[in-house]
C-alpha cells in the first residue's frame, strides 16, 4: 500500500497548522480543521468564493487547470498568488502558508 504524505498547512492571519493529506484539496483542510472559508458552490470552481492566497509552497500544490484559471481571471483582487481553495490540490511534498481574505471583502 502507498504511504500517504501528510504536510502541514500554516493559515494566516489566524496561525492555525493544520495537517493535510496527499490529494485533499485546501478546502477541505480548512474545513475539517474547522476553519470557516466561503464556498458557495461546494467545489465546482464556480463560484470563486473560496478564493485565498498562497504565500509559501505552492509548489506543494497541483497546479491551475483551465476550469480554475477562467474563474480566478473574473475574480476581483486576484494576484499571483491566488488560487481556490477546492481546486488547489495537497500534492504531500511541501509544507504550505495560505493566507485567508478577509470576509466582508465583497466575494
Ligand atoms: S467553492 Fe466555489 S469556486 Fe471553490
Redesign the pocket.
Known amino acids: 500500500m502507498k504511504e500517504v504524505s501528510m504536510t502541514t498547512v500554516t493559515i494566516s492571519p489566524g496561525g492555525e497548522v493544520l495537517e493535510a493529506a496527499e490529494g485533499m484539496s485546501l478546502?477541505e483542510v480548512l474545513l475539517k480543521g474547522d476553519i470557516k472559508i466561503?464556498?458557495?458552490?461546494?467545489?465546482?470552481?464556480?463560484?470563486?468564493?473560496?478564493?485565498i492566497f498562497v504565500q509559501e509552497g505552492r509548489k506543494g500544490l497541483t497546479k491551475i487547470a483551465r476550469e480554475?484559471n477562467e474563474?480566478l481571471d473574473s475574480i476581483v483582487g486576484v494576484g499571483s498568488k491566488s488560487r481556490?481553495?477546492?481546486?488547489a490540490k495537497v500534492l504531500g511534498t511541501e509544507n504550505i502558508k495560505i493566507e485567508l481574505l478577509g470576509f466582508g471583502s465583497g466575494l
Open positions: 478546502l466561503p464556498h458557495k458552490c461546494d467545489g465546482k470552481a464556480s463560484c470563486g468564493s473560496c478564493h480554475e474563474k481556490l481553495a477546492c481546486q
